[in-house]
């Protein structure tokens, strides 16, 4: 059973699923319905380039090995990003990697012989750009290098502007992707149900327009590279005109305010806790619950009506924690909110080898997770 607070006070799905699907940057902007708008993005910040460091020069061709798999790949910044390459009859010591960063340094790697000639090239990407991987083989240029290696973070996504809507009436919201680097952007409305159109502004941002026509609380899901953008599913809540309710709400969940944007990332063992504010004058129940990346998150909630409720857990574990907040049974202020934990003491770090001026030093980071 889910550990959750409650706290009470006194005061269908479609089949033929609609989704907006946009790539960053300079690729194709996709509609619902089958309808496709080609526009071009660049989400890339712009500013003075630092100077390149050199790839290792030509000498030939090591025809005998290849990449296994895509040469272009995009990986989650901050994570382990890898490339295999077949090489038979090589000697692990025979092979050299060159990794440029976006912001031309040259990051540490390693090379693990995984057996019957084949190599994994790994690294950790470290901010959002494309990272170019040289590798040689004995001297000679594998066929098809340089790799290259598109690191993305869906927590720099914006999703702003979603207010409450009417059935029949053009609803609006933006997404700014901007400093999020380049992949796919997919964002569909209560599961497909609902279609959406996406208009481009430039400069990695857009327009999202869709028209309701029910009077519920409509989900807003907003994925990049498949990973879900903090924050989503958001909520919208929609009225019928003549009659002035909103669909799903207790009526008056809008006022529901949770202060959650400083839980991005937590830390393992340590106290978070966020603030919920809820209109005075109503009878209502507040839960609250956090599940956690292997069990369900003891809450505890103090407070009141008057001066807010203040919500606290401890996260046991490394990865994502999902924060919902319920008012009546309806989820509110923008949760599920989706809360990554940390552990800085599973951090490894390498011997630093003593260095000269003007020569590359090289150390290597891990972590047990």
Do not use: W
Request: include cysteine.
């Amino acid at each position: 059973s889910k550990s959750q607070e409650t706290t009470g006070f006194s005061s269908s799905k479609s089949q033929n699923v609609s989704m907006s699907t946009a790539s960053f940057s300079s690729s194709t902007f996709k509609s619902s319905h089958n309808s496709f708008t080609k526009n071009s993005l660049d989400a890339s910040s712009s500013g003075p380039t630092p100077p390149s460091p050199k790839l290792s020069s030509y000498k030939g061709t090591a025809e005998k090995c290849k990449f296994v798999g895509e040469t272009v790949r995009h990986f989650n910044a901050g994570k382990l990003a890898t490339f295999e390459m077949f090489a038979p009859g090589t000697k692990k010591a025979d092979i050299t990697v060159s990794i440029i960063s976006p912001e031309k340094r040259h990051i540490p790697y390693k090379v693990v012989d995984s057996g019957n000639g084949v190599f994994r090239i790994e690294f950790t990407t470290v901010e959002v750009g494309s990272y170019v991987i040289d590798v040689n083989v004995a001297g000679l240029s594998v066929p098809n290098s340089p790799l290259i290696a598109k690191a993305y973070d869906a927590t720099l996504i914006k999703v702003t502007d979603i207010t409450d809507g009417v059935v029949g009436d053009l609803s609006t919201f933006r997404v700014d992707a901007s400093k999020a680097g380049e992949g796919q952007l997919e964002i569909s409305i209560n599961d497909g149900d609902v279609p959406n159109a996406v208009q481009v502004l430039g400069g990695g941002k857009c327009l999202v327009t869709f028209t309701p026509d029910q009077a519920i609380t409509h989900e807003i899901e907003v994925m990049f590279n498949n990973d879900q953008v903090p924050g989503s599913p958001f909520l919208c809540r929609v009225k019928d005109e003549d009659d002035g309710s909103y669909g799903g709400s207790s009526g008056s969940f809008s006022r529901v305010t949770v202060e959650l944007d400083h839980l991005g990332l937590v830390s393992v063992g340590q106290p978070a806790e966020f603030t919920i504010r809820v209109p005075e004058g109503a009878d209502a129940e507040l839960a609250v619950s956090v599940q956690g990346p292997v069990e369900d998150i003891p809450v505890k909630v103090t407070g009141n009506v008057k001066n807010g409720f203040v919500a606290q857990f401890i996260p046991n574990a490394v990865g994502l924690h999902v924060v919902l907040v319920e008012y009546n049974g309806v989820a509110v202020g923008g949760t599920p909110y989706y809360s990554k934990a940390y552990d800085a003491e599973g951090v490894g770090v390498s011997d630093i080898p003593k260095g000269s001026v003007g020569k590359t030093v090289t150390f290597a980071g891990s972590n047990r997770y």
